[in-house]
């Protein structure tokens, strides 16, 4: 081991560990440029076509405006139904406490199958299934957990004492959660927004079971692709769904880093 810094071996090792992980990006970002008539690597002829043809196909733009407002009306719900949930039970003292935080994230142990055949089940008794709404409420219930524990953690790193003091100054309790604790929870509502956005927009498991032929969303559209073709246009998809991510992880770290946004 070196006196100073980490050991080359180490160093080494980490870098081996970076390639292994990120290349299959770069297999896909060098596949989304290619225009040949099927999928291989390296590409024979390189150039934007399936680009071209990805913003050209009716089905995709359809399921990506589908899963956008079935992703941005989940996280919305999300985060007005989880932050005073999570208020409550970060502030409150009161029977039960612990086990309304494990009835919470209970969805979280289940496993995805298992809770998208259920939902089905019940959602087909309300006449919910292939439904704008009932994909809402079942990716309600897959990202709740996150909004509920995200905020909570974020919620346990502020020190009463700041809401204590706005009190003893004369402050309502609205005017205290308003002024004082909503500023400090940014961070969490912040990560626990993007968060909820990304788990529903990418949800396939629990959204295969309830959609139908006149509303699908993106992730279950490209599933049925990929099992009949062999083009290198999911590939273009896949690079640019990867730069939305990234671009969105970029604004949460300037905006309030994403260590505080997950609450650590």
Known sequence: MESHGLSKPFVALVVALYVFLLS????????????????????????????????????????FQNSLAIAATTMAVGLAAGIPAAYA????????????????TAP???????????????????NLASTFHGLVLAHLVVTLPYVVR????????????????????????????RRVTLPLMVPGIVGSAALTFLV????????????????TTLPVEILRYVETRTDPQV??????LIAITVALVVLIERSVGVMRALGR
């Not at 809401?163 to 100054?169: G, Q």
Request: net charge neutral; glycine share 8%.
């Open 24 to 63: 299959p990006l770069a297999i896909t970002l060098a596949i989304s440029f290619s225009n040949d008539p099927f999928l291989g690597f390296p590409p024979e002829q390189w150039g934007t076509r399936w680009y071209g043809v990805l913003l050209g196909n009716p089905r995709f733009l359809a399921a």
């Open 150 to 177: 995200i905020v909570t953690v974020g919620l346990s790193t502020i020190r009463p004492e700041y809401e204590e003091a706005a009190m003893t100054l004369g402050a309502s309790p609205w005017r205290v959660f």
């Open 235 to 240: 590939a273009a998809l896949s690079v640019i």
């Open 89 to 104: 039970i970060a502030r409150g003292s009161f029977p039960g406490r612990d086990a309304l935080l494990a009835l919470f």
């Open 200 to 215: 529903s927009f990418d949800e396939v498991v629990v959204s295969l079971f309830l959609v139908g032929p006149r509303l």
């Open 108 to 126: 979280l142990l289940l496993p995805s199958i298992v809770l998208g055949l259920a939902l089905l089940l019940v959602f087909s008794q309300l």
